[in-house]
Structure formats: structure tokens, C-alpha cells
């Protein structure tokens, strides 16, 4: 006869599974287990939030100082390139800021003049 598998047994070692690694009993007992992996995918999926507003606050500070040097202000520089309808985002900005001051700078008296 073939054996049965419980769908228990199942959702048990998958919630074990997913708790490898965890401290203590948390990667042990199903109960302890079964709550620390619902925290840590609400951990998780805040995490990927905040991970987009942190990189948004990177690119604007890497742009002010940027446009600092130059001698303007950050506020004033976004409002021009959007007068000029240069469409550039501020992750591609950013980079191009540190990577490429010397085009920063052409991009920077284009916005401006």
C-alpha cells in the first residue's frame, strides 16, 4: 500500500524551511516558526518600500551637490530642466552627476540658460 502524505506534515516543513537559519526555536517549533516567517515577510515587504524612498533621497542629495558646486540650489535646478522639457530622472542624474561631471556641467548651463 502507498503511504499517505499529510498536507500538514506539508505546510509544516515549508514553514521550516523558510525559518532556516532563524535563532532558537524559531527554526525548530512550527508555532514559533510559523510567526517569526509573518513578521519577516511584513519586515520584507515594508523593506522593499523603504528601499525605493532611501535610494529617491540618495539621488537628490548626490544632485544637490552637484548643482551646489555649480552655484544654484537643487529646487531651482529641477524647475528649469522641466521649463526646458529635459526629461531626465533623478536616478539617471544622479549618476551622471558622479560618473560625468563634465556633462553634468552641459546639462546644467543648458537648464539654466
Do not use: C
Not at 510559523?34 to 529617491?56: I, P, Q, S, T
Not at 558646486?69 to 535646478?77: D, N, R
Amino acid at each position: 500500500m502507498t503511504r499517505v502524505k499529510s498536507p500538514a506534515q506539508r505546510k509544516h516543513r515549508k514553514i521550516l524551511k523558510l525559518a532556516k537559519g532563524y535563532r532558537m526555536t524559531r527554526s525548530k517549533h512550527f508555532r514559533s516558526a510559523m510567526e517569526a516567517v509573518l513578521h519577516a515577510g511584513e519586515y520584507a515587504f515594508a523593506g522593499r518600500k523603504l528601499k525605493k524612498r532611501d535610494f529617491r533621497r540618495l539621488w537628490i542629495i548626490r544632485i544637490n551637490a552637484a548643482v551646489r558646486s555649480l552655484g544654484s540650489k537643487y529646487s531651482s535646478f529641477i524647475r528649469a530642466l522641466k521649463e526646458k522639457k529635459i526629461e531626465l530622472d533623478r536616478k539617471i542624474l544622479a549618476k551622471i552627476a558622479v560618473e560625468h561631471p563634465d556633462f553634468f556641467k552641459k546639462i546644467f548651463s543648458k537648464a539654466s540658460s
